[in-house]
């Protein structure tokens, strides 16, 4: 499995500042098949300074969740932290 990219991601306005609620399309690479699965997460920054990401996905996967949730949330943190999504 090798996720490729997660594409026309939007932000959603809301009034918690210390959240911010994107979606988007998430693009992998599975065994024989590249799947796009319709996401939604959630980066929260903590009182300590660290970060909580929370994934939900819009349909089944055919594959392991775990680490395929681990995968995930080390590229948003990779996008996050090189200021690609969207303020």
């Known amino acids: 499995m090798k996720i490729k990219e997660i594409k026309n991601i939007i ?3 809301v009034p918690i500042y210390y959240k911010r609620f994107y979606k988007g ?6 065994i024989e098949k590249t ?12 009182p300590t300074g660290a970060l909580d990401i929370t ?6 996967i055919d594959y ?4 395929l949730l681990k995968e995930v949330k080390s590229h948003i943190i990779e996008l996050d932290s090189t200021r690609i999504l969207p303020p």
């Open 35 to 46: 799947d796009e699965i319709p996401i939604e997460f959630i980066i929260e920054h903590k």
């Open 25 to 30: 399309i998430l693009v992998i690479e599975l």
């Open 11 to 13: 932000r959603k306005d």
């Open 55 to 60: 994934v939900t996905f819009s349909q089944d």
């Open 64 to 67: 392991p969740l775990v680490p």
